[in-house]
C-alpha cells in the first residue's frame, strides 16, 4: 500500500467514525481529496449540504476525528455548503 493510500484509509477511518451522528440527521461526508500541503476536502451530502451548523460540525467533529487518526494534517475544509 502507497503512503498517499495509508493516508486515504485514515482519513476515511476517521470520516466512518463519525457518520453515525452526522446521518442520524440525513447527512454524511465524502472525502474529495487530500492535498500536497496536507489539507483534506471534503464534500457535503444531505441535509449537511443545507444545515446551519455544517461549519461547527466541520471544526469540532470532522475536523478534529480527522487530526486525531492522522495528525499530520493541516487542516480540513468543505468543497460545498460553507
Request: with cysteine.
Amino acid at each position: 500500500m502507497t503512503d498517499k493510500q495509508s493516508l486515504i484509509n485514515r482519513v476515511e477511518d476517521a470520516l466512518t467514525s463519525i457518520r453515525p451522528h452526522l446521518q442520524v440527521d440525513g447527512g454524511d461526508v465524502e472525502l474529495v481529496e487530500i492535498t500536497d500541503d496536507m489539507h483534506v476536502r471534503i464534500k457535503w451530502i444531505g441535509m449537511c449540504e443545507s444545515c446551519n451548523m455544517s461549519s461547527f460540525t466541520l471544526k469540532a467533529g470532522i475536523q478534529e476525528a480527522i487530526r486525531a487518526n492522522v495528525p499530520e494534517v493541516v487542516g480540513v475544509e468543505a468543497v460545498n455548503g460553507l
